[in-house]
């Protein structure tokens, strides 16, 4: 009992990090209707930001506790990692809206080569570590809870409520639903469809920063293909959760960590990712749009 | 392909008769003396320039001088091929060499059609000599020999402790891994998990829960030095108390960095410093009198001449294929390495790896030393 909760614990870490990158995905899937190959390399550079924020302070301040370094970290990543999103889309995808559909899709994944070939020149090939940050960790009845476990869960959460505020709840999020359903309609009623995109990326590259952050802090590795099997990962659990839905993305990103994880736990590790690539099939036979996407959705 | 053998075979041959007429076999040295590797090249010849010196000053081999033919093959391979038919043109019998793997095994194809001995100092990729050619030799261990000398010290000091076998799946890796395993199960210890990871996978905490269900306290690592120290971290901070060996592929100064702390007790395989061995001494003095310091692969150099010398001598024979006979089947030869005798293949039956481990030095850096 103790080993399947620890295994869940494990598996639902995983999949908190997975889908704060799955709504970026989703999200500009929604509006749009492009797959952002380009995301798992936002996330990569976010978490490369972070590192670099780190040294800065550590090399500054000699000593920073570790709340305050990771606090300053996952803001400067967000901003920086935002900044590249909105300039990546201003450059790359919006001079090819209203090309044919395939267009913005090689240009995703020219720019994904070259954030991930950038970071490999400016910051060599290597695996850059930095030193453990928090290393507490508390015991309930034989389950180990780490207290970076902790902050993953607590600011995952945080960010989705504030996330599904923005968007429910808010003129902007309007504005993106709206544009999400038509955007000739929407521009017609005084909607800045292409401002509503430009915040969509940079929204979703915020919280890909964020999950860079806690990539850095969890694991304490990141080098510039660190990028890419994250990015996969959480591409997966937006299809299987239904890409556009955000709901949907939260979801599939829970469920590839707890797959993943409960499956080594039981059988293998090697075939762990066999396991959920093989559950998103059967998925999508019967669900072809994905556990909560919305079959309707008609994209022009 | 056959056709160009033809001429060049013609040439061996007469090459091979004039040679003979001097009366001096010669030893290629085919090594990369320029390029990246150079400094390993100039290893290479040196080493076996001195034993050369060495030998001919006691009197040579069989009543005949040994001399020295250089083959650069800037660690290329279509440069090692050049290298190898330029020998063969000259008459060359024995080659030293060469010293990269990709090199080597090619080469060796090249050599063995034109009946050429070869002897590497450095290549330790198993498939030099698992190809069945009668020609291919090496001085140093192989890849998958470390796994023996992991299993022997895991069976040694954890013999009832519940093992954790984990691999990379790389050719590598799962080599060293499994060759360990097979070590332990043969001295009757049995793993209790055996797992392979993917290469750039980074979350461990559920293989981590699943060893500690198990009640692992050491786990083995065939595989590289990221991942190793990516584990290491990981084992910390899920308080699991175990400790972890690995391979040569773990030896970077990078894997403290990443493992932190954690890299306390680490412990790993590679091989020696040959020159601390009694049998090196004073081959080494020679050397350091001449203002050369016979780091890494010279001295593996010097004993793959004196494993030709001396074969050939206990043979009484300068034929490559009969010397060849004569090193797999003659036993022991004293070498700058000490005891050495090889296989079948052509192997060194004495595996060259010892344990080192990581500790925490008096300066509050962690650094690895060879264990006594």
Known sequence: MEYFAQQVLNGVTLGAIYALIALGYTMVYGIIGMINFAHGDIFMVGGFTALIVFLILVSLFYSVPAAVALLVMTIVAMLLTALWSWLIERVAYRPLRGSFRLAPLITAIGISIVLSNLVQVLQGPRNKPIPPMISQTYEFGGVVLTLKQVVILAVTSALLALFWFLVNKTTLGRAQRACEQDPKMAAMLGIDVDRTISLTFIMGAALAAVAGTMFIMYYGVISFSSGFIPGVKAFTAAVLGGIGSIQGAVLGGLLIGLIEALWSAYFSVDYKDVAAFSILIVVLIFLPSGLLGRADVEKV | ?372
Request: aromatic content about 8%.
């Open chain 2, 1 to 372: 392909m056959r056709k160009r053998l033809v001429p060049a075979m013609a040439v061996a041959a007469l090459a091979a008769f004039t040679a003979g007429a001097h009366a001096d076999v010669i030893i290629g040295v085919g090594a990369p003396i320029t390029g990246p590797n150079a400094a390993f090249g100039a290893q290479i010849l040196r080493g076996a320039q001195q034993a050369v010196d060495d030998i001919n000053a006691a009197g040579g081999v069989n009543g005949e001088k040994l001399k020295i033919a250089v083959g650069d093959d800037v660690s290329d391979p279509k440069q090692g091929i050049s290298v190898a038919n330029k020998f063969i043109a000259d008459g060359v019998k024995f080659v030293v060499g060469h010293y990269n793997s990709g090199v080597s095994i090619p080469v060796s194809e090249v050599l063995a059609e034109n009946g050429v001995l070869e002897i590497s100092p450095a290549s330790t990729n198993p498939r030099y000599t698992e190809r069945g050619l009668w020609n291919t030799f090496r001085m140093c261990g192989r890849d998958d020999q470390q796994g023996i000398v992991a299993g022997a010290y895991l069976t040694e000091h954890f013999k009832d402790a519940k093992i954790a076998v984990v691999h990379d799946k790389t050719p590598y890796g799962q080599g060293v891994a499994d060759e360990t395993k097979k070590a332990l199960n043969g001295a009757g210890v049995h793993e209790v998990m055996y797992e392979g990871i993917n290469p750039g996978d980074v979350d461990f905490s559920v293989l981590i829960a699943k060893m500690k269900d198990a009640g692992v306290t050491v786990v083995y690592y065939g595989g590289l030095h990221t991942e190793a120290g990516l584990i290491l971290r990981q084992l910390a901070d899920q308080g699991l108390k175990a400790t972890m060996m690995s391979d040569d592929g773990t030896v970077s100064t990078e894997i403290s960095s990443i493992a932190g702390d954690a890299i306390d007790g680490f412990t790993f395989t590679f091989p020696p410093d040959p020159r601390n061995r009694e049998a090196a001494k004073g081959a080494v003095e020679t050397f350091r009198k001449a203002g050369f310091e016979p780091e890494a692969y010279t001295l593996y150099s010097y004993a793959s001449v004196q494993v030709i010398a001396e074969a050939a001598k206990a043979a009484n024979s300068l034929d490559p294929a009969t010397v060849a006979e004569e090193i797999k089947k003659h036993g022991i030869f004293k070498t700058v390495l000490g005891d050495r005798s090889f296989n079948e293949k052509g192997d060194t039956t004495n595996p060259d790896y010892v344990v080192y481990r990581w500790k925490k030095g008096e300066d509050g850096k962690y650094n690895y030393n060879q264990l006594p």
